[in-house]
């Protein structure tokens, strides 16, 4: 299998009013986290990344007409995980991640990949922030209320 290319993106998917929705790792029980994917190849568009692996994760089309992904033109570089930097080429220690949103109707049908999540919870954004595991996915969801003046302004 080839390494994974140390660029993501990650997709905080919420309602109009705020409520997020978080997916539980597969295998890392207790791990909650909104959609996050790497791209398959190094010139694989950001957005196209992000609209793939929220239909993969989650089964939700960002049709780009009632289901609109959102670029936030916000990067965030951290340290990967020791337990996952397998993955990546040798030396490879940080990942490029990108933050998109997508607002979506509260009863939206969510199909999750099983070899990836085990269980799916809507939150008030504040309670969601608190229970990811990832603090910039955490940060992310904490400047939801913000992102979204910016994005309608």
């Excluded at 951290?78 to 998109?100: D, K, L, Q, S």
């Excluded at 904490?142 to 992102?147: G, T």
Aim: with cysteine.
């Amino acid at each position: 299998m080839p390494y994974k290319i140390p660029e993501s993106v990650l997709v905080v998917i919420h309602t109009a009013n705020l409520e997020v929705l978080l997916i539980e790792r597969a295998g890392n029980p207790g791990f909650w986290q909104s959609v996050t994917g790497s791209l398959d190849t190094p010139d694989e568009p950001l957005s196209a990344t992000a609209s793939r692996e929220l239909h993969e994760e989650t089964g939700i089309v960002a049709d780009g007409e009632s289901i609109v992904l959102r670029d936030w033109h916000l990067s965030n570089v951290y340290e990967i995980y020791p337990v996952w930097r397998h993955r990546y080429a040798p030396r490879v220690t940080h990942n490029t991640e990108h933050v998109f949103s997508v607002q979506v109707p509260r009863d939206i049908p969510v199909t999750l990949a099983p070899r990836e999540h085990v269980a799916h919870v809507w939150l008030p954004w504040m309670e969601a922030a608190d229970r990811c595991f990832s603090p910039s996915n955490a940060e992310a969801i904490l400047q939801l209320p913000r992102q979204l003046k910016k994005l309608a302004g």
